[in-house]
């Protein structure tokens, strides 16, 4: 390093951050590899590594999310963790698939006309096709097919649904051939609702993951849940990494709702919500809103100290969600999604979910001269 010491540029590019300018960012990058006679991590995250990025749904902005195709693409592109969300078949397989409502990422509809049914999950009257209703042997009959409409539907078709095995399977794989490790972060969709069906997600999550020798906290991978109770369960059963996710602060966990607790991820998201997480939890994965609120009119605000206060209490931070598309972008980043990274991860956030690893990556990239 040059007379100029890394933490008075760390200082200087952390309050660029908080009062965000795209071209202030570029510009202390710039500064930062110019100071620096080596590679030097310049991202303030709680073990001063660089962030992770982690492809949700796979590489879910490229190809249908959830699918092998995608998950291989996520890889290919650099990612550090590929993230399949969780639900059980009828026999009681876990599958990829974001929602257990299976018809907006399937032709499920074309195939199984007469399964179509009436469901309450999560309080929530939902009208479609339930993964639960399904065997595996029926999955794998299903294609996968685009969620949003604004995205490539030319992949609409192609791709089957996968196991969790065989998602595990991509990762390994990859990771061999590009001689590095890659992580799996797995989300236990509607804990609640699968216990209730006699179709509880953990025991079978735990099981998968250690007949595959992801055992303890040295494991890549960390596990993922909107609720409490399965998520400190679970740290009574595993050393796994365990990540508590959270909606917007108006927002209760449905175990709350369940339990008539009236506490929202607004009261998780304190100092003492942060210390009471950190009795069971690794860390947390919030929306990126949480950090850097949005205005009405698409501008952003000032950022919160919610990593700051996370880290205090010894938390990870991986916010969701990372998108390319401008109907993902706020104002101030003028159609760049590098903008956006920046200053997220100049804010200190330790991991990103994306949509997009590649972009992540080629942000994250820049920390380094």
């Known amino acids: 390093m040059s007379s100029v010491s890394f933490q008075a540029i760390l200082r200087t590019m952390t309050e660029i951050a908080n009062s965000f300018s795209g071209a202030a960012l570029c510009c202390a990058l710039a500064i930062a ?23 949700h749904r796979g590489a879910a902005g490229h190809r249908p999310e959830h699918t092998i195709a995608s998950y291989e693409m996520a ?3 650099g990612v550090d963790f590929i993230e399949p969300d969780l639900v059980a078949t009828k026999d009681g397989v876990l599958i990829a698939r974001h929602e257990n409502e299976i018809s907006s990422t399937s032709d ?17 009257q939902i009208i479609g096709y339930f993964a639960e209703d399904f065997t595996l042997a029926e999955i794998k009959k299903l294609r996968a097919k685009e969620r949003l409409p604004f995205r490539n539907q030319s992949w609409n078709g192609i791709y089957e649904i996968p196991t969790f095995e065989e998602v595990i399977d991509v990762a390994k794989r990859k990771g061999a051939a590009q001689g590095r490790i890659i992580g799996i972060y797995p989300e236990t969709k509607h804990p609640s609702y699968f216990r209730s069906i006699g179709l509880a997600l953990e025991p079978r999550l735990l099981a998968t993951l250690a007949v595959n020798g992801y055992v303890d906290a040295a494991a890549p991978v960390f596990v ?17 990494r365990l990540i508590q996710l959270m909606e917007d602060a108006q927002a209760r966990p449905y175990d709350f709702v369940l339990a008539r607790d009236r506490r929202t991820y607004g009261d998780l998201m304190t100092p003492a919500g942060f210390a009471m997480i950190a009795s069971y939890a690794h860390g947390i994965g ?7 609120p949005q205005n009405s009119d698409g501008s952003l605000s000032a950022p919160t100290a919610l990593v700051a206060d996370a880290h205090k209490a010894g938390l990870v931070v991986h916010p969701y969600t990372f998108r390319d598309e401008p109907e993902f972008l706020a104002l101030d980043y003028r159609l760049d999604p590098i903008k956006e990274y920046l ?20 942000a994250r990239n820049l920390l380094l001269r």
Do not use: W
Request: hydrophobic share 40%.
């Open 108 to 124: 499920v509809a074309e195939k199984f006309l007469e399964r179509r049914k009436t469901k309450i999950i999560d309080g929530q």
């Open 75 to 77: 890889a290919d592109f």
């Open 224 to 240: 993922q849940s909107f609720e409490v109770g399965n998520l400190i369960d679970l740290s009574k059963r595993t050393k796994l």
């Open 33 to 55: 590899a110019a100071q620096s006679q080596s590679p030097t991590i310049v991202a303030p995250t709680l073990h001063g590594e660089l962030p992770l990025v982690i492809g």
């Open 286 to 292: 919030p929306s990126k809103r949480n950090i850097v």
């Open 343 to 362: 200053q997220f991860y100049m804010l200190g956030v330790d991991g990103v979910f994306s949509d997009f690893g590649d972009t992540a990556v080629r």
